[in-house]
């Protein structure tokens, strides 16, 4: 696309940030603490409309949920950023080869801002998943613009006031607008881009980025597995699955998507859920509750039960489906395998249980499905659980728990194959968003003598040596 026909607006924070990044291309320790500073700060002080606001976009949301998942988990985030900057931030040595340390040459790496970053967020952690990526954005010592999802305007257009507030226009920078602006967003010359969303936008994001050669991060999801051993303790099992399904309408990437169960403890597993889902208060009115974004998720998901239903799977349900805050699980049952459910991603308060109890066939029907953002094991069998590892692959790997590997920043966050590229959170984050440059400095011997014709009998030594070092 010409620069030309870009919205001015859009075109004019991006030129900005770009003019702040060649006034200051290496941000002292001092600035980005500063900034990270600011942006914990823009969480504190701005909290109870944050969560008013997400409310207004969800139809209801759990002030408490999002006070934990959008604004406890980032403020974490920023924590450990500053924490351990100092560390990140320094040189590292390397070894010269042997012929080079002999001359004194020292040789090193340091990490350097990549410039401009470009950061597409979703709409089901609006604030979350938009200053997350821009923790390590800053750490790194870039400058940002953020393009929020136009599916929750009232977070967006706060985000927007807000960061505008707390950052000069030369840092950070939001711009709203619909589908249309985010077409033309993954368009600019960003120095790097990450995108979290869905499989399909991120082949044109892929494809838009290819014209500038512009490096991406990308967070897909998928159908992250779940596998239930023999050995697996089924109450506790339940009660993290009902919290992965219930924890913000089951709108989670790396929430359960489908269930692997042996079919003699199917009635057992489905009598504990049903008592963790009761557990949770999961009824009509709650306040803890978190409805489904909109209409057309809420008939899209409507569309995967009936399909499943018309084709003979079995449909079990709990919790409460009327009311103004209500939330209803819905479990579907050994679907066929040419459903819906079975290909699309669930991303809601839906499971879908497949009764394969043999380990061998669970690790079958997972690599059938593509590389899953996480993949989760339920059971207490240690070779099991080498087993997963040695022959799968994903993005991340749980044993006994949901969801709660996000919440520690010292580990990566990403996918691989179909569900992502790339990752970020913690160091692995001030990675992504730096290039790591090699540094040579030559040493007191100039040996450059020796390997420069006319070919000598010390150059033919010298050959000989650097094959055995």
């Given at each position: ?62 002030a ?20 351990n ?13 042997f012929s ?78 619909e ?14 881009l ?62 359960p998507?489908y269930?692997m169960?042996?079919a ?12 963790a ?27 995967l ?5 018309a ?23 050994d ?18 249980i ?28 240690d ?15 749980v044993?006994n728990?949901?969801?709660f590997q ?62 055995k070092?």
């Amino acid at each position: 696309m010409n620069t030309l026909s870009l919205d001015p607006n859009l075109q004019a924070a991006f030129g900005t940030l770009r003019r702040g990044y060649a006034d200051e291309r290496f941000p002292s320790l001092k600035t980005r603490v500063d900034r990270l500073t600011r942006l914990r700060a823009l969480l504190v002080e701005n909290e109870t409309a944050l969560c008013a606001a997400l409310s207004a976009d969800f139809g209801y949301r759990s002030a408490d949920q999002s006070s934990f998942a959008e604004i406890t988990t980032t403020i974490k985030s920023v924590n450990y950023a500053l924490k351990n900057l100092k560390f990140w931030m320094q040189a590292s040595r390397r070894s010269p080869d042997f012929s080079l340390w002999l001359s004194g040459a020292k040789t090193s790496t340091q990490a350097f801002p990549k410039g401009v970053v470009g950061i597409v967020s979703p709409w089901n952690f609006p604030i979350n998943l938009a200053l997350s990526p821009l923790v390590s954005v800053l750490a790194a010592g870039n400058r940002a613009l953020i393009k929020p999802s136009e599916f929750t305007p009232a977070s967006s257009a706060l985000l927007g006031e807000l960061i505008a507030k707390y950052f000069a226009d030369t840092e950070v920078a939001v711009v709203c607008g619909e589908a249309a602006l985010a077409q033309q967003f993954v368009t600019l010359p960003f120095d790097h881009l990450i995108y979290t969303g869905g499989e399909t936008v991120a082949r044109h994001i892929m494809a838009a980025a290819a014209v500038n050669l512009v490096p991406l991060t990308l967070e897909l999801g998928g159908k992250s597995p779940v596998i239930v051993s023999e050995s697996a303790n089924l109450k506790k099992t339940a009660q993290r699955i009902a919290f992965g399904k219930y924890f913000n309408a089951g709108q989670i990437c790396i929430a359960p998507d489908y269930l692997m169960i042996a079919a003699d403890r199917l009635e057992e597993f489905l009598n504990c859920l049903g008592e963790a889902v009761a557990a949770m208060n999961a009824n009509a009115g709650s306040v803890d509750s978190v409805t489904v974004i909109n209409d057309r998720h809420r008939q899209r998901l409507a569309g995967l039960v009936a399909d499943s239903a018309a084709q003979g799977a079995r449909v079990v349900s709990f919790g409460d489906d009327i009311g103004e805050h209500a939330y209803q699980l819905n479990i579907v049952i050994d679907a066929p395998a040419n459903t819906k459910i079975c290909s699309e991603e669930i991303f809601g308060p839906l499971l879908l249980i497949k009764t394969i109890g043999n380990l061998d066939e669970q690790l079958s029907e997972i690599r059938r499905g593509g590389h899953p953002l996480v993949i989760y094991y339920f059971g207490s069998d240690d070779r099991e659980f080498k087993a997963i590892a040695e022959q799968t692959c994903s993005g991340a790997l749980v044993k006994n728990d949901v969801i709660f590997q996000y919440a520690n920043d010292d580990l990566p966050f990403g996918g691989v194959g179909r569900s992502g590229m790339g990752k970020y959170r913690g160091l692995d984050g001030f990675n992504e968003f730096s290039h790591t440059r090699a540094i040579f400095k030559s040493g007191w011997l100039d040996i450059s003598g020796w390997v420069t014709p006319p070919y000598t009998p010390q150059f033919r030594i010298l050959n000989k040596i650097m094959r055995k070092i």
